[in-house]
């Protein structure tokens, strides 16, 4: 089996189990030429006794896998934040390079850039002159905070916020959200930073949060965006329309990690401007 899976070219390298196989030398066959362990003997009384007795298997090696000399504990925060079940944190985790509490590249084409931050320490929304906060209780929103954006925008935009956080907040349960964002210099920069509710887990406090940051860079795609997204922003009170911009950034968010190859920096800006008209006609 190794020899056949190697000459078809999909090994790296190959574990020969020729005590548990019969695959042997002494029988005329040579060993794969990629073979890095070959199992010849398991002894049946293993090595030790009471609870250090150890079963194990006696291997040839050839040096092409250096093997391992220690096992580090995965950090508990990894399953809290696989267990969400949301593509963008699986596929950054599955990532041979991940590593909690490094910004990691989701998307760049031309001035639009996304990037992830996992972690297993409380993550804050980068300094902003707009800061939102409200937390996310058994799945949903807090009614509170609901009530206020109600009371503030009107009951159509309330309504569109909740709408269009459904699938974070379901995926998040419990949990406390930091949005913040502003418009500077034809730039816009929106910062989202989710804390989950802690957990303790054999008497130790888990703590997990993803971190999401865009810039959308409008200097760099030409004068036409820039101009309608500064008349769609200013055509409403400055801050509502600061308020609008960082509300209408998570969807989009998930939208640019679910078809990132088939996204154009464009389409992004087209997405958020009419992601704020939209925004506008529930008021």
């Known amino acids: 089996m190794c020899m056949r899976v190697s000459e078809a070219g999909y090994t790296v ?8 196989t019969g695959w042997s030398g002494n029988l005329g066959f040579s060993q794969p030429t990629d073979w890095a362990f070959d199992q010849f003997s398991e002894p049946s009384d293993g090595i030790g006794s009471g609870d250090g007795l150890v079963m194990i298997d006696k291997l040839n090696v050839s040096g092409i896998d250096p093997g391992v000399t220690t096992v580090s504990a995965v950090d508990p925060a990894i399953g809290v ?30 001035p639009v850039t996304l990037t992830q931050t996992l972690a297993g320490t409380v993550q804050s929304a980068d300094a902003n002159d707009n800061l939102i906060t409200f937390s996310i209780i058994n799945g949903k929103i807090d009614p509170a905070f609901v009530s206020e954006v109600s009371d503030m925008l009107g009951s159509g935009i309330a309504g569109k916020l909740e709408a269009n956080m459904e699938g974070l907040t379901a995926a ?8 913040s964002g502003g418009y500077e210099d034809g730039k816009i920069s929106v910062s989202l930073a989710i804390n989950m509710q802690k957990f303790t887990v054999e008497g130790s406090e888990i703590t997990a949060s993803v971190k999401y940051e865009i810039e959308i860079d409008l200097n760099k795609i030409g004068g036409f965006f820039k101009e309608v997204f500064e008349r769609t922003l200013y ?7 600061i308020f609008l911009l960082i509300l209408v950034i998570p969807p989009i968010v998930a939208w640019l990690g679910a078809g990132a190859t ?5 389409g992004v800006i087209a997405l958020v401007i009419s992601s704020i008209l939209d925004f506008i006609k529930e008021s």
């Open 81 to 110: 934040l696989k267990n969400l079940g949301l593509k963008l944190i699986d596929e950054a985790i599955d990532n041979a390079q991940f590593e909690l509490g490094v910004e990691m590249p989701i998307f760049s084409i031309g």
């Open 13 to 20: 390298a190959s574990y020969v189990s020729n005590m548990s």
């Open 235 to 241: 055509t409403i009170a400055t801050g509502v329309g």
């Open 262 to 266: 088939t996204v154009t920096a464009a």
């Open 172 to 179: 998040i349960e419990n949990g406390d959200v930091e949005l």
